[in-house]
């Protein structure tokens, strides 16, 4: 089984910074991509961010363009995902999660698509 663990969540005011990162862990996975997704109470899981190892590529929700950057390392299947000028409707539970390599026509912003998730870190932007 593979484990996703993330951190560096927490309090932080309006304007801003987090970095998020995530690790995997267990048996030996090689990942297809791996993404960030949050859920804000009382709200559906959304896609944030996803990067595709191959070529790197990333792609990002419209609500975050600009103001978060995702970034990681294939080898060690780590994930971060650097967060400046929070907003208050940032405030969410974080999930990192990694897609494998599988025949798919589901996009990585879709949750669909990907096999593991971690539990999730809560980041709480004030005003």
């Known amino acids: 089984q593979v484990q996703l663990v993330e951190s560096g969540g927490g309090l932080v005011q309006a304007g801003g910074s987090l970095r998020l990162s995530c690790a995997a862990s267990?048996?030996?996975?090689?990942?297809?991509?791996m993404g960030w997704f949050r859920q804000a109470p009382g709200r559906e899981r959304e896609f944030v961010a996803a990067i595709r190892w191959s070529g790197g590529s990333a792609s990002y929700a419209d609500s975050v363009q600009g103001r978060f950057t995702i970034s990681g390392d294939y080898a060690k299947n780590t994930l971060y995902l650097q967060m400046n000028s929070l907003k208050p409707e940032d405030t969410a539970v974080y999930y990192c999660?990694?897609?494998?390599?599988?025949?798919?026509?589901?996009?990585?912003?879709?949750?669909?698509?990907?096999?593991?998730w971690g539990q999730g870190t809560q980041v709480t932007v004030s005003s």
């Open positions: 999660a990694a897609a494998g390599y599988r025949f798919s026509i589901v996009p990585i912003s879709r949750g669909e698509r990907y096999d593991y």
């Open positions: 267990g048996r030996t996975f090689s990942s297809y991509a």
